[in-house]
Nanobody, 113 residues
Framework: QVQLVESGGGLVQPGGSLRLSCVAS????????MGWYRQAPGKERELVAF?????GTNYEDSVKGRFTISINNGVLYLWMNSLKPEDAAVYYCSGRRDGMDAWGKGTLVTVSS
């Protein structure tokens, strides 16, 4: 069973930055696409950013210009800058491999002064 483990969440002030990491139990390059999702209390889970095997990326409108998804040294990252209170959520890493989706358990991001 494929496992994804996120890390890097925490408490940050508005305007601050965080870097989330996602490590897979298999080669990350075996995934056709990988993405970061988030879910705030009382809201549905939403796609924040994804990256495909060719390196193409796409972002949810509210994070464009502030967040960057990347894969470096076999680790999936989400670089988050200029964080806003509305970015606070549990962030999940997900990847599609062999037609199946794998999910991590999430890492909590809190944005508050």
């Amino acid at each position: 069973q494929v496992q994804l483990v996120e890390s890097g969440g925490g408490l940050v002030q508005p305007g601050g930055s965080l870097r989330l990491s996602c490590v897979a139990s298999v080669s990350i390059f075996s995934f056709s696409t990988m993405g970061w999702y988030r879910q705030a209390p009382g809201k549905e889970r939403e796609l924040v950013a994804f990256i495909n095997r060719g390196g193409g990326t796409n972002y949810e409108d509210s994070v464009k210009g502030r967040f960057t998804i990347s894969i470096n040294n076999g680790v999936l990252y989400l670089w988050m800058n200029s964080l806003k209170p509305e970015d606070a959520a549990v962030y999940y890493c997900s990847g599609r491999r062999d037609g199946m989706d794998a999910w991590g358990k999430g890492t909590l991001v809190t944005v508050s002064s």
